[in-house]
């Protein structure tokens, strides 16, 4: 099957600075991505959707100057944390589909904690 | 709005037994109905998928899930339960033409040696 590849994996930043996750579909190109949050021992939470070439839609609640979406390409999508709290800790995967019919492919997820 | 239901947060079931996960659906039109297993730290893997065709669908590891549109339900089996299949099932549904999933809140799967 298709792969999507999310980087890091892992990562820890202080309060108060930024990251950056990367969502990339490897074999396929995604026009569309969408952005998860999952705290622990639930379901996935839909933050946004990323399209290729114009701005993410965002979830109601969700803030969009929070968390950056950027999809420059038909292959790559990245989320950035600004300005993180430890409330931002959390679990966040990435999905891409090339059409509606088909599985969305999940990237592996980032485990974010903000100390 | 759409929705999806996963009536049991857990079920244990013993290692060779059958294994049966339980999922429901309020979705516009056709649905297309999908299954994912996540293990921990992990994302989703995908398992299996209905789109049209065939109610009784097979996908990996040995699953099988039956679409039954009368009773608006897309049950995850497998007929014989191992303990790698302990993990955390989602089944997820969109509308037809839509990329957006609507994911049940999941079901752990023990599986008991």
């Known amino acids: 099957g298709a792969v999507v590849s999310q980087h890091p994996s892992r990562v820890i930043c202080k309060s108060g600075t930024s990251v950056k996750i990367e969502c990339r579909s490897l074999?396929?190109?995604?026009?569309?991505m969408f952005w998860y949050r999952q705290f622990p021992k639930q379901s996935l939470m839909l933050m946004a959707t990323s399209n290729e070439g114009s701005k993410a839609t965002y979830e109601q609640g969700v803030e969009k100057d929070k968390f950056l979406i950027n999809h420059a390409s038909l292959t790559l999508s990245t989320l950035t944390v600004t300005s993180a709290h430890p409330e931002d800790s959390s679990f966040y995967i990435c999905s891409a589909q090339d059409s509606p019919d088909t599985e969305a492919f999940f990237g592996q997820g980032t485990r974010l904690t903000v100390v | 709005a759409q929705s999806v239901a996963q009536p049991e947060d857990q079920v244990n079931v013993a290692e060779g037994n059958p294994l049966t996960v339980k999922c429901t659906y309020s979705?516009?039109?056709?649905?297309?109905l999908f299954w994912y297993v996540q293990y921990p730290n992990r994302g989703l893997q995908f398992l299996l998928k209905?789109?049209?065709?065939?109610?009784l669908v097979k996908g990996s590891y040995g699953f099988e899930a039956e679409f039954n549109k009368s009773q608006t339900s897309f049950h995850l089996k497998k007929p014989s339960a191992l303990v790698s299949d302990s993990a955390l099932y989602f089944c997820a549904g969109s509308g037809a033409g839509s990329y957006q999933l609507t994911f049940g809140k999941g079901t752990k799967l023990s599986v008991i040696p």
């Open positions: 209905y789109i049209t065709g065939d109610n």
């Open positions: 979705v516009s039109g056709n649905p297309y």
């Open positions: 074999d396929f190109q995604a026009t569309t």
